[in-house]
């Protein structure tokens, strides 16, 4: 087994950057098809197909609040590279399972899986953790989320293109990327994790979405953090919750105009948070650019609510790109606050904040939305955005609070350097 040595750590955050996109972008391809594949299983009631998309979503994201964990102190114990490596095997499959479907019911159960074995993006934070030094992991984790936004561009027009041929071709597509991500890891990707770092033993109590907060808790700056963290990643769940509707509404968008939107926010999120993250970081500092990324947040959400016109809509796309500054920092904050055996135990419980916020958020915003354009009492069109931009306006003094002391310990080495 290959460890990764300091001459190989480049390689490494690249061989993680395409493992990531090529993971989100089999994703993205059966997003196009699966609504049309459960709406051929309930005879084309289109009411039917829509409440069991939205049980398909919502136990998707069960699974990963209760499997990300899991899989991360796995990878403390065993290492990074078998869980990467098993996670896109069973994915691989499970999309095979899914192409082959005969009934809904396998279909519920390989979207079921596909939860439990997406959990190769927690070890693949720990995993840049692992191989970046302190003071350049937030530029890692900025990779680590472009890579994110670029299988969530792609991936969608992939599938929605290969879909037009066969509503299950794009299952098959996806598991080969899968499969083959796989075997990239076994037979190319080097251990990040030496064994001399790793647990000694697996701590079972800890591997549960509750477990996990007795490390979050573990230290006040930890604590803040992932209030923060919890709050801003809850007021994300507005853009697929909404987005759509919005526009709709409020624009009388047509299909390609919001695909065109959904494409732009894409790409402008992938661009900071892969090419700004790394620059702004190193003149700045890690405290204000997650202080940046989170106004900059709150004022494209103020922004959206406030969009009369299509022009002020796009304007609010490029402020709130900017808010790409925040996960990466954060993440990189927290990744210095637990030592090497626990940084699969840390991305494990970031990711299960990430689902519970899944699994609560999309409700919260509909229904926001839904009573503020019903008739019969004031109405608003922009209420769930208000709402978002209120969820990122409470986690900037948390986050403010909690990184504190490194602004103290920056300002007294900035004074020593100039002295």
């Known amino acids: 087994m290959q460890i990764a040595t300091p001459s190989l750590r480049q390689g490494a955050v690249i061989f993680i950057f395409v493992t990531v996109m090529l993971d989100m972008l089999s994703l993205g391809m059966i997003a196009p098809v699966l609504p049309k594949l459960v709406a051929g299983f309930v005879g084309g009631d289109i009411a039917h197909a829509a409440e069991m ?39 691989g499959f499970d999309y095979i399972v899914m192409a082959l479907a005969p009934t809904i019911g396998w279909l519920f159960l390989g979207r079921a899986i596909s939860g439990v074995t997406a959990g190769s993006l927690t070890t693949a934070g720990a995993y840049i953790a692992d191989v970046t030094p302190p003071e350049k992991r937030a530029a890692g984790f900025g990779m680590l989320s472009a890579a994110f936004g670029v299988g969530f561009v792609l991936g969608p027009a992939v599938g929605g293109l290969l879909g037009g041929f066969n509503p299950r071709f794009p299952f098959w597509v996806a598991a080969a990327f899968s499969l083959a991500n796989a075997l990239y890891g076994f037979f190319v990707l080097p251990e990040s994790l030496p064994p001399e770092k790793r647990a000694k033993s697996i701590p079972w109590h800890r591997a549960s979405p509750l477990g996990s907060l007795k490390l979050l808790r573990s230290h006040p700056e930890l604590s803040g953090l992932s209030a923060s963290a919890f709050l801003s990643a809850l007021a994300g769940q507005a853009m697929p919750a909404i987005w759509v509707l919005f526009v709709m509404y409020q624009y009388h968008w047509d299909t390609r105009a919001i695909g065109f939107s959904l494409a732009m926010v894409g790409i402008t999120t992938a661009v900071v948070q892969g090419a700004l993250v790394r620059p702004f970081v ?34 609010g796309i490029a402020a709130m790109a900017m808010w790409g500054f925040a996960p990466a920092a954060t993440q990189s904050f927290m990744s210095k606050r637990v030592g090497p055996s626990e940084q699969g135990e840390l991305q494990g419980a970031i990711s299960s904040i990430r689902s519970l916020t899944a699994l609560i958020g999309p409700g919260i915003f509909t229904l926001t939305f839904a009573w503020f354009v019903a008739s019969g009492h004031f109405q608003f069109s922009g209420a769930a955005w208000l709402l978002s931009a209120a969820l990122i306006g409470l986690s900037i003094p948390l986050a403010w609070s909690a990184t504190r002391s490194h602004s103290d310990a920056r300002r007294v080495e900035l004074e020593r350097a100039a002295s």
Do not use: H, K, Y
């Not at 979503?57 to 964990?69: D, E, I, K, L, Y």
């Not at 204000?288 to 299509?310: E, K, N, Y």
């Open 53 to 91: 998309f939205g049980i398909f979503g919502t136990v998707w994201a069960a699974m990963q609040f209760f499997a990300s964990p899991v899989l991360g102190v796995l990878s403390d114990r065993f290492g990074r590279r078998p869980v990467i490596v098993l996670s896109n095997l069973g994915l």
């Open 282 to 315: 190193s003149r700045f500092g890690e405290r204000t650019a997650l202080l940046t990324g989170l106004t900059s947040g709150t004022i494209g959400m103020v922004m959206f609510a406030f969009a009369a016109t299509p022009l002020w809509f796009w304007t």
